[in-house]
């Protein structure tokens, strides 16, 4: 059996901001980026990059999810 890691990542993630208090820090993904760039850890991982989706797709994505809570 072999480990295989994917890595996801939009280098626009970082310019956004979710409001005072949210668990999410996009900044942090920019630095764990620069971190997986530097000390080569892309060339052990399998990069992949998506277009960017349409509105439609991503309210049917969370009307499955509030569905599902």
Avoid at 2 to 27: E, I, L, Q, S, W
Avoid at 37 to 62: I, T
Wanted: proline share 7%; net charge positive; glycine share 8%.
């Amino acid at each position: 059996m072999t480990n295989r890691t994917a890595y996801f990542y939009d280098p626009d993630v970082g310019n956004f901001h979710y409001g005072a208090g949210h668990p999410m820090k996009p900044h942090r993904l920019s630095l764990t980026h620069s971190l997986v760039l530097h000390y080569g850890l892309y060339k052990k991982m399998m990069s992949l990059c998506f277009p960017p989706s349409v509105s439609a797709v991503m309210l049917l994505g969370n009307a499955t999810a509030s569905a599902a809570v």
